[in-house]
């Protein structure tokens, strides 16, 4: 999978960040560099962000930039203008020619609101649920709906017999940590 960032129309801001920057978005013409420059940041990333190997900037609908994120340092944190801290990508821009560009520029992404989303970065395979049914899923999803509850569920009666000692076991390694930081 890519990680995907939808970009706006080139628009004003006042920087919620350290950078200071005066505007973001996308605009026809716009260099490749500028637009990461500006877009790499500043985003609520997870985990999973840092395991990709692409990240791509896509505006009303179709991927016009992609980058390959650092392998050592793939997101960075961003201090907050009010506390805090979010994320921003660290890649190098690629280019006609380079694999990672060619395979993912130009691609259309899904209509999902969610201005942060994945797409397949290896078209043709088929990417199936993770719960281990084998049904197909799309749009960068990692399980059909509802099936990473039937997954877990399914693990849990054949690793421990019941939710409840499952339960017990888990809280027994986590006693020293407070459920609720997780």
Same mark, same amino acid.
């Given at each position: 999978?890519?990680?995907?960032?939808? #970009?706006?129309?080139?628009?004003?801001?006042?920087?919620?960040?350290?950078?200071?920057?005066?505007?973001?978005?996308?605009?026809?013409?716009?260099? !490749?560099?500028?637009?990461?420059? =500006?877009?790499?940041?500043?985003?609520?990333? $997870?985990?999973?962000?840092?395991?990709?190997?692409?990240?791509?900037?896509?505006?009303?609908?179709? =991927?016009?930039?992609?980058?390959? #994120?650092?392998?050592?340092?793939?997101?960075?944190?961003?201090?907050?203008?009010?506390?805090?801290?979010?994320?921003?990508?660290?890649?190098? =821009?690629?280019?006609?020619? !380079?694999?990672?560009?060619?395979?993912?520029? $130009?691609?259309?992404?899904?209509?999902?609101r969610?201005?942060?989303?994945?797409?397949?970065?290896?078209?043709?395979?088929?990417?199936?649920?993770?719960?281990?049914?084998?049904?197909?899923?799309?749009?960068?999803?990692?399980?059909?709906?509802g099936?990473?509850?039937?997954?877990?569920?399914?693990?849990?009666?054949?690793?421990?017999?019941?939710?409840?000692?499952?339960?017990?076991?888990?809280?027994? #390694?986590?006693?020293?940590?407070?459920?609720?930081?997780?």
């Open positions: 999978m890519a990680l995907n960032f939808k #970009l706006r129309s080139r628009c004003s801001v006042e920087d919620s960040c350290v950078w200071g920057r005066t505007w973001v978005g996308w605009e026809p013409g716009q260099s !490749d560099e500028l637009t990461y420059d =500006v877009n790499r940041g500043v985003w609520k990333l $997870g985990l999973r962000a840092a395991k990709q190997k692409y990240a791509t900037f896509s505006f009303d609908g179709i =991927v016009r930039t992609v980058i390959e #994120l650092d392998h050592r340092q793939p997101i960075e944190q961003v201090a907050m203008v009010d506390g805090g801290t979010k994320q921003a990508v660290v890649g190098r =821009v690629l280019k006609p020619g !380079d694999a990672g560009y060619e395979l993912l520029i $130009g691609r259309p992404v899904d209509a999902w969610n201005p942060v989303t994945y797409i397949d970065d290896n078209p043709g395979a088929p990417v199936l649920c993770e719960c281990g049914c084998g049904t197909e899923v799309t749009g960068g999803r990692e399980f059909v709906p099936h990473d509850q039937r997954g877990i569920h399914d693990r849990i009666r054949i690793g421990w017999g019941s939710t409840v000692e499952f339960i017990r076991w888990f809280d027994g #390694l986590n006693d020293h940590r407070n459920l609720d930081e997780i």
